[in-house]
């Protein structure tokens, strides 16, 4: 008996083909009404779904090959001898091999103008069913869901048959593909409801971008893997890398974290990050001034770092970031001849952003990894509320320092908790991260600041549970002190700060980031 092969594909790449190796193997095809179409326009014989099932395609093609007749010929297990027996008294032949691509509901949701009906009627229903059924019965039918299968498909049948390898990875292909599909229909039709965005079950779904030649370290596997379904423009997910060897995954990482703390910032800015953590950020009038001030911030750490900027790349900037070795420039563009400087560098990577101003959206959520399970949190996109932004000293802040603590605070919301910022007119001069104590953190700040400590103001993520950081503010010189309050301590160290005469600020809102 002829092995038949059922084909019914949206995307219609390499069909043509395959469906001609596929007859001249001797397969009878059957296809549903537009891939029908173009394979008789091919010149290859093919058989109407309809002509099978005796029924015709119906409700605008909602119901095209939800018949017994199909899934009876997929789902007949060969091998009991009761199931041949039904489908022959039925009159059901075999379906021996599936060939399907799904509605493009992805391409439809990316689509800027989609409306909800057109999202709905994207949703393939027919297609699923088959390949689920053909993917459950595997050793029996051979599924292909994706065009790129078409050529080891047919290079193993010419040899003499698809191995049963094949078949069962096929098969897995088949579930993955689904469940990815299904996720990103319940995601997207969560988001137009405003469903609750920390459901009772999370079914998320990545494609990935790209595998790392390592993960954290060379010992651990890495890849990268973009959101699917979702607007990613202004994320690290959107960078085109116009030069350089590939990203690693630390690479990723920080520059996802150089962008986080420059999206703070409306103004010129330059962001230089090391180990995820920002280790000066400079602000100018151009973009060379942001630059040479986020270098002098600490021109120890921006070695070997990622740096960022929110504006057009010239050529002065281009000289000044080729002095040194710094592992990522990221910016929303180039001049030519800035593109040129830099690209003269072999081993600096270079990646162009235009939406880089962008800021990120709350519903992309925050994740953690923990053995077990999985930490899952509102992105941090807020950073303070003006209005309750309280002056808590006998002495307030002058216009100056006001500006430069809004600085400062914009910054230690994207530095490793426990975490200390020291500003001086507009650069950072002393970042202190990520410290199991407050004090240490803002030694280390002080450490880094050095003689320029003196004069600036101070950043903390979270409040003082003691008045020794501002005795040790005071030391440094330190004029003014942004933090969220809210210690029970709190009055200790405000008396403190009158003493020394420094102005000291709440945000009522804290910070923390591991
Ligand atoms: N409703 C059905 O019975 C049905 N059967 C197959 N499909 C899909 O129809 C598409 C192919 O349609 P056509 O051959 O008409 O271009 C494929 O993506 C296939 O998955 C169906 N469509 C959607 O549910």
Redesign the pocket.
Same mark, same amino acid.
Do not use: F
């Given at each position: 008996m002829k092995k038949r092969a059922l084909l019914?594909?949206?995307d219609k790449t390499g069909i043509v083909e395959f469906a001609r190796e596929l007859h001249g193997l001797g397969f009878e095809l059957v296809? =549903? &009404?537009? =891939? +029908?179409r173009v394979l008789r326009d091919a010149g290859i014989p093919v058989l109407g779904v309809s002509e099978l099932t005796g029924f015709p395609e119906c409700l605008d &093609?909602?119901? +095209? =090959? #939800?018949h017994p007749v199909i899934h009876a010929g997929i789902l007949a297990r060969r091998d009991h001898p009761e199931h041949m027996a039904q489908i022959a008294k039925l009159g059901i032949s075999t379906i021996d091999m599936v060939v %399907?691509? #799904?509605?493009p509901f992805k391409a439809t949701i990316l689509k800027d103008d989609v409306t909800f009906e057109e999202a709905i009627e994207n949703i393939? %229903?027919?297609?699923p069913t088959?390949i689920r059924a053909a993917a459950k019965n595997w050793q029996d039918v051979t599924v292909i869901v994706d065009p790129r299968d078409y050529d080891g498909v047919l290079a193993e049948m010419k040899l003499g048959k698809i191995s049963l390898e094949t078949k069962a990875r096929l098969a897995r292909k088949v579930f993955a593909h689904t469940a990815n599909y299904d996720a990103m229909i319940s995601n997207w039709l969560g988001r137009q409801a405003g469903d609750d965005p920390l459901p009772e079950t999370i079914t998320m779904t990545y494609e990935k971008v790209q595998d790392m030649r390592y993960g954290e370290n060379p010992h651990q596997r890495g890849a990268f893997y973009r959101e699917v379904g979702k607007g990613f423009e202004g994320t690290i997910a959107a960078a085109k890398q116009l030069h350089g060897k590939e990203l690693s995954y630390n690479n990723i990482n920080d520059a996802n974290g150089a962008l986080d703390t420059l999206k703070e910032f409306d103004g010129v800015c330059a962001v230089g990050v090391k180990h995820a953590n920002p280790c000066g950020v400079g602000l100018g009038k151009t973009l060379h001034e942001a630059y040479v001030n986020m270098y002098n911030a600490d021109p120890v750490s921006i070695f070997g770092g990622i740096v960022a900027l929110n504006e057009r790349v010239d050529a002065a900037t281009a000289e000044e970031i080729a002095k040194i070795f710094v592992e990522i420039v990221i910016a929303p563009g180039y001049e030519p001849e800035a593109l040129e400087i830099l690209c003269r560098k072999k081993n600096i990577r270079v990646l162009e952003l235009p939406e880089i101003r962008q800021k990120n959206k709350r519903e992309f959520l925050d994740m953690k990894k923990v053995a077990g399970g999985l930490l899952v949190q509102e992105l941090d996109c807020e950073l303070m509320n003006e209005e309750e932004l309280k002056v808590v000293t006998d002495r307030a802040p002058t216009a100056e320092e006001l500006a430069q603590l809004k600085f400062a605070w914009r910054v230690v919301k994207h530095t490793k908790s426990n975490a200390i910022v020291l500003v001086k007119g507009d650069q950072t001069v002393g970042v202190g991260p990520g410290q199991t104590n407050r004090i240490t953190a803002l030694e280390l700040a002080i450490k880094y600041a050095g003689d320029k400590a003196a004069g600036s103001v101070m950043g903390s993520d979270a409040f003082f549970p003691f008045d020794d950081c501002v005795e040790a503010a005071h030391q440094a010189g330190i004029t003014a002190i942004i933090q969220p309050g809210g210690s029970i301590r709190d009055e200790d160290s405000i008396k403190k700060c009158n003493e020394y005469g420094i102005a000291m600020v709440f945000t009522g809102m804290r910070h923390f980031k591991h």
């Open positions: 019914s594909v949206s296809s =549903t &009404g537009g =891939t +029908k &093609g909602r119901v +095209k =090959t #939800l %399907i691509n #799904l509605y393939d %229903i027919g297609g088959m």
